[in-house]
């Protein structure tokens, strides 16, 4: 859907300039001169759902062997060139996209384009470092594993959908990472990274024109690629409730309550996000930063019916822009002595009120201060500047950021009574315990 | 009052008539200001018989003073959008927070009642206490901690200050009191060991009279110094592995008792650590055991020289079946940079990361206030942003290798390990 009140046509801010080279890459370059720093961010158009059966994790994969060495950069000196002007890098992959990052002394911008470039085109995807990165993912998946509410987070949201390549993991199954190939590896990297299916977001301490120059120089001479094909699958209505519970070694309980949300474009997007605000409070929309600490949450309904009368340690809500349909999903730690079931019901009965009764006009004016907050306070840094203007081109397509403040104030109360009644219902919510046993007993049913 | 402004990151530093230290850095980046409000209160201070007092007084502090309520400060908080972030380490206790600028004098208002006017509500230690044990029963099934907290207590043994567990146990969290709450408090969170940090859109003349208002009438009492013990001496290397059912990966800490963050040798352990465990990926460390071996997602070390003697830690998660070599991976990457020390390449590579890296250091408003209150804390001067680089700068190989040599000895490490059981494992138990 498309039906976010974006105002139109969309212009760039004054300091900011976009442009598509003639081989379809578009680059933004915002000038932000409050420190000598510059941020790169390479944004492609892959993720996890565009990855079919058998190779799920190809996209995360591909993402570290990008760290392993170019035709014109070693694998050994991948490390060193953004160091020198005291960089930092890294690289990310989502469900709907991956994504490359160097901030550094504005000195280091040519070289911190020069990698990202050779990132596009020249990925050498040696077999010995593909096998050598295969047992470092397995152990990331591990790592994973290691926490009971990631755990339980990749078993309901594969629950959650039945036909959407959401379901999977990020990371990938694991028979799939044990058996994919360099040659599968290859061929997905070739496919996706290619000038038209990416961005490249430059923003800190440059000339405008400058920097739009290196970039030509650096990217120009890439060739196109053929658009890539992507299977569009829509979920299934889910009929009824759907329940996962995991019974494993561990000393706390964990439960997850998820539900179909809107894609970032939908009408409903708004709604849910200040809805969320009110249920578990405001975190904001900048997964790079936004996500690590505590939002302001103790007038938040479920903080004041489960952590304050203490049912749960902690409670969070979790509403994310994506390019389609993903899940709105709360998390729950039960408390010490207390039974899942108890969680449980207390979650539920709050949901409840609020699909009977709504969020009243304080919640729902404390949501949309929060939420303005947030936009401020996620956007303190170049990197995470840059972070949300590759984000929201790569997921929702222009001119949805600039709108993100005036869509969060349009909100009403009526907009978010509306969307918890229609979207909160428990016939359609997934269901995940994370039930602690003692040693021995574990599996999942 | 004593006003001092300077050149450079240009802070302003004021001392309060009751010793509090007021740290103003006013940054025009976005319309919001964190405050960072730091007592010398942390787990040093408390009864070493009853881990888990500061913890608690931390997770009950914003709940309820003598003026506001916990429902009215809750409240006011989140109609702002503010999340008060109460922290305690071994040595302070915290408050910190990022405002809207329009924001900033009733939220520096609501921070400084916190610190000063807290009730402790017997009904609040009640629900703060049940959540602190379930965060210990949390940490009790986390390999990564499990095998930290162990380090810490090989190191250092189970009642140093930086041995023993941070939240306490259950058993000790059980026996706090009110009391423990109230006499901490009273002892450790008062001006005279308060440095109040503020970066952000606010004019520092501003802040400070906010400051200087809120602190108004609040004395200080005698703060007693309590020095932190040396690390128990050992002279061989210890190993513990510790049974968690269930999981799918070990984590490993390996590591030393280093030294005090005003050792003279300070830079030249810092370089000598970004060597071993940082630059990159992770240093020499991430090179082998994740570059060249495919054994770990993360393998990598810290340095965290503090009032007492810090340790240097490396930590790895690996996959059970190769705990062995993985522990034998960081013998080997130990040895051989104790024994040899770094190349000359290396050397200046990390100098001039770390020298590089002072822009991104200070580039939040976060990261600024940290910043001050680290220097204020160990006194490192106002002005410390422009002589960082030149205390690296000097830094000679002969001092890295030295470092390099006096600490990173397999033989005197001490090794935890947390996960599944396997035989291997159980050996070291």
């Known amino acids: 859907m498309d039906d976010m009140p974006v105002s139109e046509p969309y212009t760039a801010p004054r300091d900011t300039r976009e442009v598509h080279l003639d081989n379809g890459l578009k680059i933004v370059v915002k000038s932000v001169r409050t420190a000598p720093l510059v941020s790169v961010w390479c944004w492609y ?25 170019t035709t014109n950069i070693p694998r050994d000196e991948m490390k060193g060139i953004v160091e020198r002007f005291g960089g930092m890098w890294n690289g990310y992959t989502w469900i709907d996209q991956t994504t490359y990052l160097e901030t550094a002394g504005r000195d280091a911008l040519d070289q911190m384009l020069f990698i990202e470039a050779e990132r596009m085109a020249n990925g050498i995807y040696d077999p010995a470092e593909c096998e050598s990165e295969r047992t470092v993912i397995i152990s990331e998946l591990q790592g994973g594993e290691n926490d009971p509410d990631q755990l339980l987070d990749s078993e309901v949201t594969a629950t959650a959908f039945r036909a959407h390549p959401y379901r999977h993991p990020t990371i990938g199954w694991i028979e799939d990472l044990k058996r994919m190939t360099r040659d599968e590896l290859y061929a997905h990297y070739r496919r996706f990274y290619i000038p038209n299916n990416a961005t490249l977001v430059v923003v800190g301490d440059v000339e405008l024109d400058d920097a739009l120059r290196l970039a030509e120089k650096r990217f120009g001479h890439i060739q196109p690629g053929p658009e890539p094909a992507r299977t569009m699958v829509a979920e299934p209505p889910q009929l009824g409730e759907r329940r996962v519970v995991i019974e494993r070694p561990g000393t706390t309980g964990y439960l997850k309550l998820a539900w179909h949300a809107p894609a970032a474009r939908d009408e409903d997007f708004f709604p849910m996000l200040v809805l969320d605000a009110v249920i578990a409070g405001a975190k904001g929309t900048n997964i790079w930063c936004s996500f690590r600490g505590m939002p302001p949450q103790r007038r938040a309904r479920l903080y004041t019916a489960l952590v304050e009368r203490g049912l749960a340690s902690s409670v969070s809500g979790a509403l994310l822009p994506t390019a389609q349909p993903f899940l709105y999903t709360l998390s729950l730690t039960a408390m010490e002595g207390v039974d899942l079931p108890a969680v449980e019901a207390a979650a539920f009965d709050e949901i409840e009120r609020l699909r009977t009764s709504g969020a009243t006009e304080v919640e729902v004016a404390r949501a949309r201060r929060q939420l303005r907050a947030r936009t401020v306070f996620e956007n303190d840094s170049v990197t995470n500047i840059a972070h949300q203007l590759g984000y929201f081109e790569t997921v929702t397509g222009p001119g949805f950021y600039t709108a993100l403040r005036d869509c969060i104030d349009a ?3 009526e907009q978010v009574a509306d969307a ?19 040693a021995g007993a574990e599996g999942a049913r | 009052m004593t006003t001092a402004a300077i050149r450079g990151l240009s802070p302003e530093r004021t001392v309060l008539d009751n010793g509090a230290v007021v740290i103003i850095q006013e940054t025009p980046t976005t319309p919001a200001v964190t405050i960072l ?5 942390g787990g040093l201070y408390e009864p070493a018989d009853v881990p888990g007092v500061a913890y608690l007084t931390g997770r009950v502090l914003d709940r309820g003073t003598e003026r506001r309520s916990a429902e009215v400060i809750s409240e006011q908080l989140d109609d702002r959008g503010v999340a008060l972030k109460v922290s305690t380490t071994r040595h302070t206790i915290s408050l910190g927070c990022t405002c809207l600028a329009e924001d900033f004098d009733d939220v520096l208002s609501i921070v400084l009642d916190v610190a000063r006017r807290p009730l402790f509500p017997e009904p609040e230690i009640a629900k703060r206490r049940a959540e602190a044990i379930t965060a210990v029963r949390q940490d009790d099934d986390n390999p990564a901690v499990r095998a930290t907290e162990t380090f810490f207590e090989l190191v250092y043994g189970a009642t140093h200050p930086y041995g023993r567990r941070a939240k306490g146990s259950i058993e ?14 009273a002892a450790r969170v008062l001006p005279g060991a308060l440095t109040l940090v503020v970066v952000g859109d606010v004019r520092p003349s501003h802040a400070l009279d906010r400051a200087a208002y809120e602190i108004e009438g609040w004395h200080s009492g005698q703060l007693e110094d309590v020095p932190v013990p040396p690390p128990p001496s050992r002279s061989g290397r210890v190993e513990r592995f510790v049974v968690i059912p269930g999981k799918s990966q070990t984590d490993v800490t390996y590591g030393f008792a280093a030294i005090r963050r005003l050792d003279p040798r300070y830079y030249a352990y810092w370089i000598m650590n970004n060597i071993l465990g940082q630059f990159g990926l992770g240093g020499r460390l991430a090179d082998n055991i994740r570059e060249r071996q495919g054994m770990a997602y993360y393998a990598f070390s810290a340095f965290d ?38 190349t000359e390449r290396e050397l200046q590579e990390s100098r001039d990361y770390l020298i590089g890296s002072l822009p991104r250091m200070l580039e939040t408003n976060q990261s600024i206030a940290t910043f001050l209150q680290n220097a204020e804390q160990f006194g490192l001067g106002l002005d410390y942003d422009r002589h960082l680089a030149s205390h690296l700068d000097r830094v000679q190989m002969d001092e890295v290798r030295a470092a390099a040599a006096e600490i990173l000895d397999p ?11 396997t035989g291997a494992s159980e050996a070291r138990s």
């Open chain 1, 411 to 413: 909100v009403t109360p």
């Open chain 2, 37 to 41: 409000a730091t007592f010398l209160a």
């Open chain 2, 411 to 421: 033989d005197r490490a001490a090794v935890a390990a947390a996960g599944p059981s």
């Open chain 1, 45 to 69: 158009r892959v993720g996890s759902r565009d990855e079919g059966p058998g190779h799920t994790g190809a996209s995360h994969w591909v993402e570290h062997m990008n760290f392993k060495g």
């Open chain 2, 172 to 185: 000790s969290i059980e026996r706090i009191q009110r009391e423990h709450l109230v006499r901490l408090h």
């Open chain 1, 420 to 438: 918890a009644r229609r979207r909160l219902s428990r016939q359609q919510c997934t269901v995940g315990w994370f039930k602690p046993t003692s």
């Open chain 2, 305 to 342: 020289a503090s009032v007492g003697e810090g340790p240097l830690v490396i930590r790895a998660g690996v996959d059970p079946a190769n705990l062995e070599r993985a522990i034998a991976a960081i013998d080997d990457e130990v040895r051989a940079l104790g024994t040899d020390g770094p």
